[in-house]
T-cell receptor, first 113, second 110 residues
Framework: ETGVTQSPTHLIKTRGQQVTLRCSSQ?????VSWYQQALGQGPQFIFQ???????GRGNFPPRFSGLQFPNYSSELNVNALELDDSALYLC????????????FGSGTRLTVV | SQQGEEDPQALSIQEGENATMNCSYK?????LQWYRQNSGRGLVHLIL?????REKHSGRLRVTLDTSKKSSSLLITASRAADTASYFC??????????FGAGTRLFVKA
């Protein structure tokens, strides 16, 4: 059984650029949630995908978008990067909406300069 | 706004002592989960307790839930240096998202 894999692990981008982060969910999980974690803070919910459809969204602007693929892997895209987008981006997979808990990846550390 | 808030924000203890962290939340929940995070990396799921449960154990971990007070506690017994990490509570309110608190930073001195 494989866990959740995120790529890349670190990324440096310039303000205004676009970025794509990737996540492979744990085997048997059909739901992927994305979180943003600023330094010293708790994870903030971005959105969740279930069976390739967005299942819910947190308080993030439309320039944060995502996809889920038939194999349940997922992408997080962020357009027009801002300095405040610098954070650890965490992907979590689950069976359904997380009533059994989540399995997290190790995260992608994004730095916007 | 945060649904869950952990207390204390930071805790420093000696190896072998017990560590207790508390979590308060605002709305009704389906379940409450505790996670550990080492050095700003991924979160590790520790325990999930459902709203109709009052206490759960897993190894050196004990979690209690008081739905009347909207609070939970995580007890780590006989702490080790390897327990040094940030601990987060997360609440599932039955929707699509699980909401995390700001965490308790635990430092266990050898």
């Amino acid at each position: 059984e494989t866990g959740v894999t995120q790529s890349p692990t670190h990324l440096i981008k310039t303000r205004g650029q676009q970025v794509t982060l990737r996540c492979s969910s744990q085997s048997g999980h059909n739901t992927v949630s994305w979180y943003q974690q600023a330094l010293g803070q708790g994870p903030q919910f971005i959105f969740q995908y279930y069976r390739e459809e967005e299942n819910g969204r947190g308080n993030f602007p439309p320039r944060f978008s995502g996809l889920q693929f038939p194999n349940y892997s997922s992408e997080l895209n962020v357009n027009a990067l801002e300095l405040d987008d610098s954070a650890l981006y965490l992907c979590a997979s689950s069976l359904g909406t997380g009533v059994y808990g989540y399995t997290f990846g190790s995260g992608t550390r994004l730095t916007v300069v | 706004s945060q649904q869950g808030e952990e207390d204390p924000q930071a805790l420093s203890i000696q190896e072998g002592e017990n560590a207790t962290m508390n979590c308060s939340y605002k709305t009704s929940i389906n379940n409450l989960q505790w996670y550990r995070q080492n050095s700003g990396r991924g979160l590790v799921h520790l325990i999930l307790i459902r709203s109709n449960e009052r206490e759960k154990h897993s190894g050196r971990l004990r979690v209690t839930l008081d739905t009347s007070k909207k609070s939970s506690s995580l007890l780590i017994t006989a702490s080790r240096a390897a327990d040094t990490a940030s601990y987060f509570c997360a609440t599932d309110t039955g929707g699509f998202k699980t909401i995390f608190g700001a965490g308790t930073r635990l430092f266990v001195k050898a």
